[in-house]
């Protein structure tokens, strides 16, 4: 079944009156038949039958064995990190998110949990790197925000080689494009709040894991925690989901043309895009994903703060805005915006440069974001 067909059918019509569209059970608790006697739902908190419809989508979508659905992505993210114990090691993308990096680097830290950052695209740097210590392989593929390709087929094997957890960040590309559980991976999570809700109108973060085993665990932690998404966000997020597929090949289609637009530029000294042949890791993007996303970071041959910030707030079409992932197409300047928390020196080593400017290709004509982007640009 093909992705179009596979994600609307994959939502089901409601058992109880046959509503097409999946209905918001707003309500806090549930009435039991007897004391522990019920219907599958016993308390908000613990499960609510619209968040379990998104649930049981996204765990269809990336061929898991659960999902779970939490408040953000960085709740998300946090619920699998407390699958770790004080003295065990993370080894991560050198160019992280600056969320989760904050949340390793300044949280769980001093908790006792190490986190060491390496450059992933080259598997050699992760064998390097990991130690008996290493208990998760942490990738996004595309990274955020220089858009790095980790082989995740050939990471997975290391991961299990040393029966450490490969978590595989799958914002950037969507179950539209890549499946990271099919290439070995154990853990996949999403900042929801990006392609598969779409529209920029909520924040939620999703997790899927592999086995059941793993799922028991994610779930005792979302239970005991508390961080769910709420059944009006978690409606929004499948309401979303519906037009995935539509709305990620337009995006795709803009960016591959943007893509090249920019590559001939004679302002732009790099452009981060796996679709194109100068990718270092074009040929892996090619084999593990289906398309190239919609996300293209470049830098200016003016590498300075100030250039990046002139050409961010030039711009007329994309809007200045963190986030990605929306019918709109945005700009922003890691530097300044996502990244800011991360120390310059730190930021440089990953490949952040001062002037890099991150876009997210929406669903407008590819001729007009082009051509806005060169009014800015000619500006420098």
Sequence with gaps: MKNE??????????????????????TATFVQDSPGVHHGFDYGRTNNPTRAVLEKLIATLENGSHGFAFASGLAAIDAVIKLLNSGDQIVAVDDLYGGTWRTLNHIYNRLGIQLVRVDCSDVRNVRASVTDKTKLIWIESPTNPTLKIADIKEISLIAKKIGALLVVDNTFASPVLQNPIDLGADIVIHSATKYLAGHSDLIAGLVVTRTVELAE??????NSSGAILGPFDSWLTIRGI????????????????????????????????PGLDTHPNHEIAKNQQARFGAMISFSLKTDTIDAGTQVCSSTELFKLAESLGGVKSLICQPALMTHKSIPQDVRHAAGIDDSLIRISCGIENADDLIADLKQALDKI
């Design 217 to 222: 665990q994610i779930k005792f932690i979302q």
């Design 242 to 273: 519906e037009t995935l597929a539509l709305r990620v090949n337009k995006q795709c289609d803009n960016a591959e043309l943007v893509a090249h637009f920019l590559a001939n530029h004679p302002s732009v000294k790099r452009v981060n895009y």
């Design 5 to 26: 067909t596979k994600i609307l059918h994959s939502i089901e019509p409601d058992l109880l009156t046959g509503a097409i569209s999946t209905p918001i059970y707003q």
